[in-house]
């Protein structure tokens, strides 16, 4: 969870002098928060450096408040006290808006077309006559960080730039150039100098340097220009020092660039709502146009030519079923009206619907990008009626809770698994095409759909896949047939470490099958890899060797007639992803469960996943164990 300092005395002069740590911590216990520490810079300083470091240090008292990970507008002093205020009825939830300059609109922001290859969006809005004072202008700075650290993924979906609007001259575009076309003087700096000598001076700054490998390698980088040449930033690595903001800067730009547009309109949408608080006229902003030059390439998102304005400040519509709300807490005994006054408390504006008491009108703020569904209102009508008001009761129907038999199994593999040396992994059930089949080396067989009905437990990794009708990616087009892609991603990303890299993961793969009603099925695999500098094909027979014992079976080579177990055999396979002659289907009981072998060159080069580390594989179905043991 993330963590908010506040200054005692801010918290003093917003909620009232007679706050003290003890009232604090029961109204932040009550809003669902947690008062984690009480302390000072001083006394912060002293315990990481010692106490010579910290003499020069400030006193004041510091409150350092929990935060849930999705409620972002807690993460600055002005929307905590804004939402406990709203809390303890001694305000209502503000409304936002837009001030529409005449002709409209007044400020725009173009997106070039080769922006499209590195971080394909952009919105704006502007703060008019904002009032900055120390605490305030710290708060700007430190909210732009958290939200940089939690929704932006430490600048990977979005990254904040904001500017002393008087510096520059609208109207802005956002293009992506060669480093070396870029030239301009980045904050904090006295040198002007193109993109790659930012790079190489910025390696050495102790907090940027992160965010370097985010767009280093690419031809091009974002930045935003405005009408005289001038640049704003360098998304999402720094801004400019011509536009930088002031404690005496009045007129604020905000821009956000992303990879994900609804984030980057969240984090956007937060930043304008925490501090349009300090305009001259409270909580309005005003907007920016940006325009998708017409030869831009279209996107699910936006379209050559689209003029989008924002911030879109409107809230958003929701229905709340009122007796379903108060049936799932067991507070049948409130009227409609409490339930509305409760989620008004939350910062939730709502009425009862005119046409049916039973439906609760919501209008979803943009400070509550949180609420998603009726069961996010259910929630907060817990917090604010008080869970420690919600009375007890014991359930109606005896239920003992037990685990899934196939996870039981899978636990027990991991365990075999893990005793033996290996690491496990966890990997995405969604992939594209090439990875699953063309990197394999294998192809698709429609004639393999029917062969899952009649042999439910053969391992077919063929078998067609089932397919994402709209995917957002490439990467994510189909869901896996075969645990081996996965993991073999995993391995290329970690060959940095030394040899023998051995992997593991249990999961579930989808194969269709005709039959059934949803048209196909998971199926529970493990998969297990070793690479070294040379081939380790042994070792990893005897690995699976192993784990077949620990699942009561033993090779067929090895059975005797008074022996209780099953028995397994490996048969001469012809499967493309493996070396020829160096690859075995695993056979139980007649049916065909896996495969083990020495994977294909191609499979291990740049053609493929390249590993370039001699690699061997072996994938086990253990769905039928779940019959057989």
């Excluded at 911030?311 to 379903?324: G, Q, V």
């Excluded at 075999?416 to 496990?424: I, N, S, V, W």
């Amino acid at each position: 969870m993330p963590t908010v300092s506040v200054f005692y005395d801010c918290l003093q002069k917003a909620l009232g002098n007679d706050v003290t740590e003890e009232s604090f911590d029961e109204l932040c216990f009550e809003f669902g928060l947690e008062l984690d520490d009480v302390t000072s810079q001083k006394e912060m300083v002293e315990k990481e450096r010692g106490a010579d470091a910290a003499a020069d240090m400030s006193d004041r008292v510091i409150f350092k408040v929990d935060v849930p990970a999705n409620r972002y507008d807690l993460l600055c002093i002005e929307g905590l006290v804004r939402s406990l205020q709203i809390f303890k009825g001694v305000i209502p939830a503000p409304l936002y808006k837009l001030s529409m300059p005449k002709p409209l609109p007044q400020m725009t922001m173009t997106v070039k077309k080769e922006t499209a290859q590195i971080r394909p969006f952009v919105v704006c809005a502007i703060l008019r006559n904002v009032t900055f004072d120390k605490d305030r202008y710290d708060s700007f700075i430190e909210l732009q960080d958290k939200l940089h650290q939690n929704i932006c993924r430490k600048r990977t979906l979005v990254a904040i730039g904001t500017h002393d609007l008087s510096t520059l001259k609208p109207p802005f575009t956002y293009e992506a150039l060669p480093p070396n076309q870029i030239h301009f003087t980045p904050l904090n700096q006295t040198e002007e100098m193109d993109g790659n000598r930012m790079m190489e001076v910025l390696s050495a700054h102790q907090q940027l340097k992160t965010y370097l490998p985010i767009i280093r390698n690419s031809p091009v980088y974002p930045v935003i220009y405005d009408s005289n040449r001038v640049v704003l930033s360098l998304p999402p690595i720094i801004n400019g020092e011509h536009s930088k903001i002031k404690m005496e800067t009045k007129d604020v730009f905000i821009e956000c660039t992303a990879t994900d547009l609804t984030k980057a309109n969240i984090v956007l949408n937060t930043v304008v709502a925490m501090f349009a608080e300090y305009c001259k006229e409270p909580f309005v902003a005003e907007p920016v146009e940006v325009i998708y030059e017409s030869d831009y390439p279209g996107n699910s998102f936006v379209q050559p030519g689209d003029k989008r304005l924002y911030p879109a400040l409107e809230p958003r519509e929701m229905k709340a079923k009122i007796s379903r709300m108060k049936a799932s807490l067991g507070l049948d005994k409130l009227s409609g009206a409490q339930v509305r006054d409760y989620l008004r408390k939350m910062s939730l504006p709502c009425d009862i619907n005119s046409k049916d008491a039973d439906i609760l009108d919501v209008q979803v703020p943009i400070t509550r990008s949180d609420i998603m569904h009726e069961c996010d209102l259910i929630e907060d009508l817990a917090i604010a009626y008080g869970y420690n008001n919600l009375e007890t009761s014991v359930p109606q129907t005896v239920a003992v809770s037990a685990g899934q038999p196939v996870n039981n199994l899978s636990d027990l593999a991991r365990g075999e698994l893990a005793m033996a040396g290996y690491t496990e992994c966890m990997n995405w059930s969604l992939l594209s095409k090439k990875e699953n089949f063309t990197f394999m080396r294998r192809e698709s067989k429609a004639e393999e759909l029917w062969r899952t009905v009649k042999q439910p437990y053969e391992y077919i990794p063929t078998a067609p896949a089932v397919s994402v009708s709209n995917p957002k990616t490439k990467d994510f087009e189909i869901i896996r047939t075969s645990m081996m892609p996965g993991i073999l991603k995993t391995l290329a990303n970690s060959k940095q470490l030394p040899p023998p890299i051995k992997l593991f993961e249990v999961g579930d793969v989808v194969i269709q099958e005709p039959a059934r009603e949803v048209g196909c099925k998971n199926v529970r695999r493990l998969v297990a890899v070793h690479a070294n500098m040379r081939s380790q094909f042994s070792l990893l027979h005897g690995v699976l060797d192993q784990l077949m014992y620990s699942l009561n079976c033993e090779p067929e080579h090895e059975h005797k007639e008074d022996s209780k177990r099953r028995t397994f055999k490996l048969v001469p396979s012809e499967d493309p992803a493996f070396f020829a002659g160096m690859q075995a289907h695993v056979v139980c009981e007649g049916i065909n469960i896996g495969i083990i072998g020495e994977l294909h060159p191609e499979v291990l080069s740049s053609k493929g996943f390249d590993i370039n580390l001699p690699t061997s594989a072996f994938e086990l179905n253990l769905e039928p164990f779940l019959e057989w043991l």
